[in-house]
């Protein structure tokens, strides 16, 4: 551990999906609090049309760097390639992830960089983020009905929220999100995996961010559910080492979502969270 305070060099690392105007603010919030540079990484799959509108507002050289493959790759995916550019391009900078649907307060590069400077050996750093009124900070997944929690629970895994973590990749083993995870649970088996090798993830008990929540996939679309299913059931496997666990794990799993997909159909009128349960299985079957 370091005393006293130096200012760290922090880079940054936005998922660009579509929204142009979204993603804009974004990165603006991020150039405020002094990161640089910041590297928008493209998963629109749309050929190119909304980066090139979101050029035009921030345009490259301004701090920001645009890459991508003009394919959606998948939220773990993209990120890790993000993080293989910065690498290279800027090795040894912490990198600040964040959402493109989410906006930094005033102070939070500071708080960042306070946190950097202090705790050198720790792999995540996460503050509080403001989910529209709702202030979530630590966040823990119960492992047996697939739960998210503001207090641990038995069986449950403590993580940083991927929507906004600064992320000292080199204190991670291997890729720092597991590609399995197309959208939602791979923070939750980052959390997970770094807490089996002993890597710390710092909590800064502030609220710094300010998240819209869901604005991409949109909340009870097709992707959404079905995707977020596909992220509960592949966790199943992910969280426990034993066969006979992870098939006790499967069938509680495969009970509490199905009672979930039918509140959510009835809650919502619509038939979607009942296909979606069933897309969710065929994805979680197709990367078993």
């Known amino acids: 551990m370091t005393t006293g305070f130096r200012k760290a060099s922090?880079?940054?690392?936005?998922?660009?999906?579509?929204?142009?105007?979204?993603?804009?603010?974004?990165?603006?919030?991020?150039?405020?609090?002094g990161f640089a540079p910041i590297l928008v990484w493209d998963n629109s799959g749309d050929g190119?049309?909304?980066?090139?509108?979101?050029?035009?507002?921030?345009?490259?050289?301004?701090?920001?760097?645009?890459?991508?493959?003009?394919?959606?790759?998948?939220?773990?995916?993209?990120?890790?390639?993000g993080l293989d550019v910065l690498s290279e391009t800027h090795p040894g900078r912490p990198v600040l992830l964040l959402n493109n649907d989410a906006v930094l307060i005033e102070g939070a590069g500071h708080s960042f960089r306070a946190a950097a400077s202090k705790y050198p050996e720790a792999a995540v750093f996460y503050p509080k983020i403001d989910n529209?009124?709702?202030?979530?900070?630590?966040?823990?997944?119960?492992?047996?009905?697939?739960?998210?929690?503001?207090?641990?629970?038995?069986?449950?895994?403590?993580?940083?929220?991927?929507?906004?973590?600064?992320?000292?990749?080199?204190?991670?083993?291997?890729a720092v999100f597991d590609e399995d995870f197309f959208m939602y649970g791979e923070d939750v088996e980052l959390g997970h995996r770094l807490q089996s090798q002993d890597r710390p993830m710092v909590h800064i008990p502030l609220v710094l961010v300010v998240h819209e929540g869901s604005a991409s996939s949109g909340m009870a679309s097709e992707f959404?559910?079905?995707?977020?299913?596909?992220?509960?059931?592949?966790?199943?496997?992910?969280?426990?080492g034993r066969e006979v666990v992870y098939w006790a794990l499967l069938v509680s799993r495969c009970a509490s979502l199905s009672i979930r997909a039918i509140l959510r159909a009835l809650r919502y009128r619509s038939t979607v969270p009942i296909s979606a349960l069933i897309g969710g299985v065929r994805i979680m079957l197709g990367r078993a």
């Open 48 to 81: 190119g049309r909304s980066v090139g509108e979101l050029k035009d507002i921030i345009f490259p050289g301004d701090g920001v760097i645009y890459e991508g493959i003009n394919l959606n790759i998948g939220f773990a995916a993209g990120v890790n390639r």
């Open 132 to 174: 529209i009124g709702r202030v979530a900070g630590t966040t823990y997944y119960q492992v047996l009905l697939g739960l998210l929690t503001r207090r641990r629970l038995p069986w449950s895994v403590a993580h940083a929220s991927g929507c906004c973590m600064l992320i000292q990749a080199w204190n991670v083993e291997g």
């Open 10 to 33: 922090l880079g940054g690392l936005v998922l660009h999906y579509l929204d142009a105007t979204r993603t804009a603010t974004c990165v603006r919030s991020m150039l405020r609090e």
């Open 224 to 240: 959404y559910e079905s995707r977020m299913i596909a992220a509960h059931l592949i966790l199943a496997r992910k969280l426990t």
